[in-house]
């Protein structure tokens, strides 16, 4: 068994509890994923599975990477990522979204939207200063350094710069339902990411 699948965010919707209560959720079609490679200890020094996901057109992968595909007996792939697997499994074997079921905690990555270069009151929160009487402090970031000692701006300093663009985690996400038959999972929190982007979904690791 795999730790984890391969995914793309369809969106937000919503749904209700058994209760009565609505709750939000975002969809996520999570699988099915052929297992490409089997990573072990004795050859690459660690456990894991790869695994490929979503239809890619033949004529556009070359001929190494259509080799490696032909293992697996599936087609060509458009993503290719590593998972930790507990248990065995096999090159060609498929998983889809029953490996995880209502109430789990999951950990889910992706490229967050980038947003483009941004001021520190975007980016990072910043109060700004007044926005009357010319004080010309409005959305400014302020002073950033000292005048003798150490004389330079600090690493690591919260300034202006690109925003967005790049690897997010979000942990504890719950999943609320899984329809298997559709290859869904509802999952109850923000996953990062635009619509149609390729998300990693995996058991949490605080769970």
């Given at each position: 068994?795999?730790?984890?699948?391969?995914?793309k965010?369809?969106?937000?919707?919503?749904?209700?509890?058994?209760?009565?209560?609505?709750?939000?959720v975002?969809?996520?079609?999570?699988?099915?994923?052929?297992?490409?490679?089997l990573?072990?200890?004795?050859t690459?020094?660690?456990?894991?599975?790869?695994?490929g996901?979503?239809?890619?057109?033949?004529?556009?992968?070359?001929?190494?990477?259509?080799?490696?595909?032909?293992?697996?007996?599936?087609?060509?792939?458009?993503?290719?990522?590593e998972?930790?697997?507990a248990?065995?499994?096999?090159?060609?074997d498929?998983?889809?979204?029953?490996?995880?079921?209502?109430?789990?905690?999951?950990d889910?990555?992706?490229?967050?939207?980038?947003?483009?270069?941004?001021?520190?009151i975007?980016?990072?929160g910043?109060?700004?200063?007044?926005?009357?009487?010319?004080?010309?402090?409005?959305?400014?970031t302020?002073?950033?350094?000292?005048?003798?000692?150490?004389?330079?701006?600090?690493?690591?300093?919260?300034?202006?710069g690109?925003?967005?663009?790049?690897?997010?985690?979000?942990?504890?996400?719950?999943?609320?339902?899984?329809?298997?038959?559709?290859?869904?999972?509802?999952?109850?929190?923000?996953?990062?990411?635009?619509?149609?982007?390729?998300?990693?979904?995996?058991?949490?690791?605080?769970?």
């Amino acid at each position: 068994m795999i730790n984890g699948l391969l995914g793309k965010k369809i969106g937000m919707s919503q749904t209700y509890a058994a209760d009565g209560r609505r709750i939000p959720v975002t969809v996520i079609e999570a699988g099915p994923c052929t297992v490409l490679q089997l990573k072990t200890v004795g050859t690459d020094g660690y456990d894991a599975a790869q695994l490929g996901f979503g239809v890619k057109s033949a004529h556009r992968v070359n001929k190494p990477e259509m080799g490696h595909f032909k293992k697996a007996g599936q087609g060509a792939f458009a993503f290719v990522r590593e998972f930790q697997t507990a248990g065995t499994c096999a090159v060609g074997d498929q998983f889809s979204c029953d490996i995880f079921k209502p109430g789990d905690r999951i950990d889910v990555t992706a490229t967050s939207k980038g947003k483009g270069f941004q001021g520190v009151i975007k980016r990072w929160g910043f109060s700004g200063g007044r926005a009357s009487h010319g004080s010309m402090f409005k959305r400014r970031t302020g002073s950033i350094g000292q005048s003798a000692t150490p004389a330079r701006v600090v690493k690591g300093k919260k300034m202006p710069g690109q925003m967005g663009n790049q690897r997010t985690t979000t942990q504890n996400l719950v999943v609320v339902d899984v329809r298997p038959e559709q290859n869904l999972i509802l999952v109850c929190g923000a996953v990062p990411g635009p619509k149609n982007g390729l998300v990693e979904i995996r058991k949490g690791i605080k769970a």
